[in-house]
């Protein structure tokens, strides 16, 4: 089973790497280099703009992620207890299941300055044009945190809410409060503490994800110059071959980035633990944090707000046929963008499912297995083995996948749907694995061991007490695989050699395209696959499992 | 007449061969699908490219599946790692859409399958004689090694609801510009319009433009360009957002004239702002203007990677793309309005009534409104520019 998940998952990775790192140092014998050198690292500093793309891509990243613990850990403080898990999951799984690339489209005719948000100020403010505003592609890359952080703040508050499950809350809370302080700051001093070691991973992986942003980046980012992603992008794909070695060194920078990103947050999670020690012994009672919880959950809020217009605008599009500025509405509606499947969106629908359910299936049946695994061992799982689950959301895409894309046309794949399904198998495992691993340690040990006195063997147990039991959970993680397939764009883009068009790819490049409606299409497929999947995962369990009250929606978990 | 018909026996007797040959050809082609890697956005080129494939498939059982690319050099790089990886056959790419740096790139990286446009039997409506449009691609030579498909004609698009008179210099722009701060842009020059905005204008304010047809020094390219940066500090600070950003492309700047956010938009194809209106993504105020000199013209090509899996096929559709009844219909400002690569002068009476009798529409420039053709400079000049701007405005 190791053996599998190590050759399947590590081997590409260290292997894209390697190439990615040979051709950084100027050894790409393809196009003729093949001398090992510094050239192509100078090439890369020497180019223009180069560091102030440097500076968005740490301004935007480490400004996304700081703003995404702050108001998830906020609305956390506020609402924890006021509103049930199941409200709560159900209102954010539609910012979950939304793609990146569907939301950013959104949130750029939202926020546009001829945008929705603009149309509907416009008779207020008197503007006969827009007004001239930099609100999206922005140079300080404000759209781009903005929109890094619509969709990283749902999947903060999804691991925070799950970690929260482990730990005695309400006890806290209210011992806390008898001892005289106030919700905020046992939040902080108390609480948070013993959250952190358990979101950890998900924060670098949040961390590491918006470092590297390529499709929002591209959409909601600033273009001259643009985010370090982008541009290594672009440089990948210019038509000046001997580019690609200044781009493989920028895809080894873009790994040291992250590397240094992770170190800085260790250094302040060690300053913050010495630091927080010394305060919490202070016993300092304050009661000011409340306005700030307040705060944060007002700008999520908001935030919420703007995401659900962002997709309510793609659909409105989608139906549009002339909506010019500033009108509020379209002057004119047609079914035109729908009723021609064949211009497109039908095969990339296909397309689309075809690799969400084999990259889930695979996915799906890896995770189990191992799960299995570690039941049958009795053994629980080291932290190499959770680091080595983690590891594909840590390494930033760029930096492997181009290197990843030559190992596999060396072998023959690429182009082909093996090439894109095992590459987006990389993303989709480990999340599949997360969101299965604490319901499958939760399952009540009592039925399977009921079942091993009746008889039953390991393999009977598993697929007649086991796998029925937790079909809500797996159905969940194969949601969730779902929605990580349907967002891929790097790895579809690369391995699939262009030539298998998913509505990702195709929302992404024709979010260049002057057919906003044509994009809504795409953009509201898009985002409609995983919801459906999440609409499946919980409906199939409530049908199947109608009349066994225990092991509905959150009985199991 | 006598002269025509023994030419044509001529002509005849000279094809046989090459009939024979091109009869190989289809033979090899048949039941093959050609992986047509083009820009992919803009839905009517997507879909007369469809429509071509249901062509080729009914006569030759060649069918086509278009790789939409967002940039056309994604498809080069493809090439590049399949070499990489010493996939010398079955490439994955058959047929590219391709534009000049691409083509020279290629060309020069021996990436190139060719040549072979001169076996096309269709390729006898083309004016192929030396320095014809057709046989230069931004001056490079093509040497038959990629094969012409639609005329392109730089063009800019204003709203007439919100401007009167339009700049007809590239020079009076900075003059308009400052009498209507914010109202106009261009796509970014690391894009191929944006670029093309710069060399338009650099063709007219070039002190000597019969320099930029040759390869651009390092000398050349400051004197030539001198007075095109003088100009451009003067337009800059009255562009959109201050020139502190540009649209991606040119579709991203139409959809900014659609919206109201600048007046004046930029296209390759003088069809393409009736085409905009029919499709309600242009008011129906929406018109073409050129500066007086003229603009920017050149041909855009298909061209065959040397590692193409379905070469054969490749050459088939390269072929009935020059047939003129496809060309006719690519003509047609309904299906695509692009203009056509034949020349009028080698079609037959049939094939040019077929022309004659296109539908025209307000917005539709006529070949006389568009003014003389300018030439291409050399492919050098582009990358420089593209370059040279970056260092100068990307901070």
């Keep these: 089973m190791l053996v599998t998940v190590a050759f399947g998952l590590v081997l590409p990775i260290a292997a894209g790497l390697w190439q990615t790192g040979r051709a950084g140092v100027g050894v790409l014998p393809a196009i003729g280099a093949t001398e090992l050198s510094l050239v192509p690292l100078r090439d890369l500093i020497a180019l223009p703009g180069f560091s102030t793309a440097l500076r968005l891509t740490l301004v935007t990243g480490l400004g996304a992620t700081a703003l995404s613990i702050l108001l998830a850990v906020g609305v956390c403080a506020a609402m924890h207890g006021r509103m049930s898990a199941r409200a709560s999951g159900r209102l954010l799984t539609p910012f979950l299941a939304a793609p990146h690339a569907a939301m950013a489209i959104g949130l750029a005719f939202l926020l546009s300055p001829s945008g929705w948000i603009a149309r509907a100020l416009a008779p207020l403010a008197g503007w006969d044009r827009p007004p001239m505003l930099a609100t999206v592609n922005d140079p300080g890359g404000v759209a781009l945190i903005l929109g890094l952080t619509v969709k990283e703040v749902p999947f903060l508050l999804l691991v925070i809410l799950s970690a929260l499950s482990q730990i005695p809350v309400r006890e806290h809370l209210a011992a806390g409060r008898s001892l005289g302080y106030g919700r905020g700051l046992v939040w902080i001093k108390v609480i948070m503490p013993q959250v952190w070691p358990l979101i950890r991973l998900p924060v670098m992986v949040v961390l590491a994800y918006s470092l590297s942003v390529v499709d929002?980046?591209?959409?909601?980012?600033?273009?001259?110059?643009p985010t370090l992603a982008v541009l290594l992008l672009r440089l990948f794909t210019a038509p000046d071959i001997g580019l690609m070695l200044p781009a493989s060194a920028g895809a080894l920078v873009q790994a040291l980035l992250v590397a240094a990103a992770f170190a800085v947050l260790s250094l302040?999670?060690?300053?913050?633990?010495?630091?927080?020690?010394?305060?919490?012994?202070?016993?300092?009672?304050?009661?000011?944090?409340?306005?700030?919880?307040?705060?944060?959950?007002?700008?999520?809020?908001?935030?919420?707000?703007?995401?659900?217009?962002?997709?309510?605008s793609l659909l409105i599009w989608s139906f549009a046929w002339r909506w010019p500025w500033p009108g509020f509405l379209p002057d004119s509606w047609s079914l035109r963008a729908w009723s021609t499947p064949g211009s497109g969106w039908a095969a990339a629908l296909g397309n689309t499912l075809i690799l969400a359910v084999a990259t889930t299936a695979l996915s799906l049946a890896l995770a189990i297995a191992w799960l299995e695994g570690e039941d049958r061992a009795r053994r629980g799982r080291a932290g190499w083995a959770e680091a080595l689950i983690?590891?594909?959301?840590?390494?930033?895409?760029?930096?492997?996948?181009?290197?990843?894309?030559?190992?596999?046309?060396?072998?023959?794949?690429?182009?082909?749907?093996?090439?894109?399904?095992?590459a987006q198998a990389l993303f989709v495992f480990p999340y599949v694995m997360i969101a299965l691993s604490d319901p499958w340690r939760a399952?009540?040990?009592?039925?399977?061991?009921?079942?091993?006195?009746?008889?039953?063997?390991?393999?009977?147990?598993?697929?007649?007490?086991?796998?029925?039991?937790?079909l809500t959970p797996i159905l969940t993680a194969a949601a969730i695989g779902v929605a990580v397939s349907v967002a891929q764009y790097l790895p579809t883009l690369f391995m699939g050699a262009g030539r298998i068009a998913t509505l990702t790819t195709e929302a992404v490049t024709l979010s260049s395209s002057s057919d906003r409606r044509v994009t809504g299409v795409y953009a509201t497929l898009q985002a409609g696959l995983p919801i459906a999947a999440y609409g499946a995962a919980f409906l199939i369990p409530a049908l199947l499992h109608r009349n066994r009250r225990s092991l509905q929606a959150g009985g199991a978990a | 007449m006598r002269l025509i018909s023994t030419l044509s026996i001529l002509a005849t007797l000279i094809t046989t061969p090459a009939a024979a040959d091109w009869q190989d050809t289809l033979d090899a082609a048949r039941g093959q699908t050609v992986y047509w890697n083009a820009w992919g956005g803009d839905a009517r080129t997507n879909a007369f490219i469809a429509w071509v494939g249901e062509q080729t498939e009914k006569l030759y059982d060649v069918s086509i599946e278009h790789v939409r690319l967002s940039d056309t050099a994604e498809a080069v790089t493809r090439v590049i790692s399949e070499?990489?990886?010493?996939?010398?056959?079955?490439?994955?790419?058959?047929?590219?859409?391709?534009?000049?740096?691409?083509?020279?790139?290629?060309?020069?990286?021996?990436?190139?399958?060719?040549?072979f446009v001169e076996d096309l039997p269709n390729a006898a409506y083309v004016d192929l004689s030396p320095g014809a449009p057709a046989t230069l691609d931004f001056t490079v030579p093509v040497e038959g090694m990629e094969s012409p498909w639609r005329l392109a004609r730089f063009v800019f698009t204003y709203d007439s609801a919100r401007v009167d008179a339009p700049p007809d210099s590239m020079a009076e722009f900075v003059d308009w510009a400052a009498t209507n701060p914010g109202r106009f842009t261009h796509p970014d020059p690391a894009n191929f319009m944006g670029a093309t905005f710069l060399k338009q204008a650099l063709v007219e304010l070039a002190p000597d433009p019969d320099v930029l047809l040759k390869p651009a020094t390092d000398a050349s390219f400051v004197e030539q360009t001198a007075?095109?940066?003088?100009?451009?500090?003067?337009?800059?600070?009255?562009?959109?957002?201050?020139?502190?950003?540009?649209?991606?492309?040119?579709?991203?700047?139409?959809?900014?004239?659609?919206d109201g956010a600048v007046d004046i938009s930029m296209s390759f194809d003088p069809a393409s702002t009736a085409a905009a209106i029919e499709q309600g993504l242009l008011p129906q105020t929406a018109r073409v203007?050129?500066?007086?000199?003229?603009?920017?013209?050149?041909?855009?090509?298909?061209?065959?990677?040397?590692?193409?899996?379905?070469?054969?096929?490749?050459?088939?559709?390269?072929?009935?793309?020059?047939?003129?009844?496809?060309?006719?219909?690519?003509?047609?400002?309904?299906?695509?309005g692009s203009f056509s690569v034949l020349d009028p002068a080698k079609l037959d009476a049939a094939a040019r009534a077929a022309f004659d009798a296109l539908p025209t529409a307000p917005a539709l420039p006529t070949l006389e409104e568009l003014g003389p053709t300018l030439p291409e400079p050399h492919a050098s000049w582009m990358t420089r520019l593209t370059e040279e701007w970056a260092r100068r405005y990307t901070r």
């Excluded at chain 1, 399952?443 to 796998?467: M, N, Q, Y």
């Excluded at chain 2, 095109?228 to 900014?256: C, I, K, M, T």
């Design chain 2, 227 to 258: 007075p095109l940066w003088a100009w451009y500090d003067a337009l800059r600070p009255n562009l959109w957002r201050g020139g502190e950003a540009f649209p991606e492309n040119h579709s991203v700047q139409q959809q900014l004239l659609n």
């Design chain 1, 443 to 470: 399952l009540d040990p009592r039925l399977v061991r009921a079942a091993g006195s009746l008889g039953a063997g390991p393999w009977r147990r598993l697929f007649t007490v086991k796998l029925p039991v937790l």
């Design chain 1, 390 to 422: 983690y590891l594909p959301l840590l390494v930033p895409q760029i930096g492997f996948l181009f290197g990843l894309n030559v190992l596999f046309l060396r072998l023959g794949l690429t182009g082909g749907y093996t090439a894109v399904i095992w």
């Design chain 2, 289 to 336: 203007f050129v500066p007086e000199d003229g603009t920017i013209g050149n041909v855009s090509f298909v061209a065959i990677p040397y590692n193409a899996a379905n070469a054969a096929g490749a050459q088939v559709v390269a072929n009935h793309l020059l047939d003129p009844a496809v060309q006719a219909r690519m003509q047609n400002i309904e299906v695509l």
């Design chain 1, 216 to 225: 929002m980046a591209l959409i909601l980012g600033p273009s001259n110059p």
């Design chain 2, 83 to 115: 070499r990489a990886a010493g996939l010398d056959t079955g490439g994955s790419v058959d047929l590219i859409w391709i534009n000049g740096p691409n083509f020279l790139a290629m060309k020069e990286q021996d990436l190139l399958f060719g040549p």
């Design chain 1, 268 to 312: 302040l999670e060690r300053a913050g633990r010495v630091l927080g020690r010394w305060w919490v012994r202070r016993g300092g009672r304050g009661l000011s944090a409340e306005p700030g919880l307040w705060m944060a959950t007002v700008l999520s809020a908001l935030l919420f707000a703007a995401g659900a217009l962002a997709m309510l």
